[in-house]
């Protein structure tokens, strides 16, 4: 008899449990080292993202509904939400989701208070989310609880496991979502710079503590300012010694936060 060939998790419908097993090590690692409890980093990744099954996580990596926000200058992605195609974050791994949504509840003042609390109160967490205002769902304090009490998500605040996982595999998931959209270029050896990051398919350098990308034949404020998910009259106000040309030039800089003084 032939078997079928097994599906990859890109190709079936990711189980609760294996998420559990595939991301909670993540999920505690995030706690030891910025104070969010792994059960309400786990609980929310499974909402969210419906355990690794919405559209959003699979276009994406985003695992934990971050929308863009006026400060992010990543990758993004359109998605219906609250509003008919919303800006989402979006990312090359789903351990980079994890890493930014730590650092989203940690550098936001709105979420300052629950850092306050017992690092193993999940119930408290959870409602202080909510309070918060990270999700409008009137449910959705409940509905973290629920998935932690259910699926035993409190043990992952003290760095254990639960029984059930030792019987699930965890997942082998190799995102390919970047090399899409990160086209290789020959590099003129002449003028070589190195980029400290890729942003939309565009290096981002960095010099004297300013950073910026370099404007391509055809491109305009526009265009740069879609790629790296920011407004066009953000991007112009940084760039205001370029106020009045008819189009940006090839090979401009172009700053993408406001320069410093050298």
Not at 143 to 155: F, G, N, T
Not at 201 to 223: I, L, M, W
Request: proline share 4%; glycine share 6%.
């Amino acid at each position: 008899m032939v078997t079928a060939p097994e599906l990859s998790a890109q190709e079936r419908q990711i189980t609760c449990e294996e998420y559990i097993a595939t991301y909670a090590p993540i999920a505690i690692e995030q706690m030891r080292k910025y104070g969010i409890p792994a059960s309400i980093t786990m609980a929310q990744g499974i909402i969210e993202s419906r355990y690794g099954n919405s559209e959003l996580s699979r276009r994406s990596n985003n695992h934990f509904g971050i929308k863009c926000k006026k400060d992010w200058i990543g990758d993004t992605v359109r998605y219906d939400d609250d509003a008919l195609q919303e800006c989402f974050r979006r990312y090359a791994t789903i351990e980079e989701s994890y890493r930014d949504h730590s650092e989203f509840l940690k550098n936001s003042p709105r979420y300052e208070r629950l850092f306050r609390l017992n690092p193993k109160d999940y119930k408290g967490w959870a409602r202080g989310l909510k309070e918060c205002g990270y999700a409008t769902a009137s449910h959705y304090a409940n509905s973290l609880i629920k998935y932690i009490e259910d699926y035993e998500l409190y043990l992952l605040d003290d760095g254990e496991y639960p029984a059930y996982l030792a019987d699930v595999k965890p997942l082998s998931i190799v995102p390919d979502i970047v090399t899409d959209y990160y086209p290789v270029e020959p590099i003129d050896v002449d003028n070589y710079i190195v980029a400290v990051n890729f942003v939309g398919g565009r290096g981002v350098f960095e010099e004297n503590g300013n950073r910026y990308v370099k404007a391509a034949e055809g491109d305009s404020y526009e265009t740069i300012a879609a790629d790296l998910g920011i407004s066009r009259k953000r991007l112009e106000r940084f760039n205001r010694r370029n106020k009045g040309r008819e189009a940006v030039r090839a090979g401009d800089v172009i700053y993408i936060e406001k320069p410093r003084k050298a």
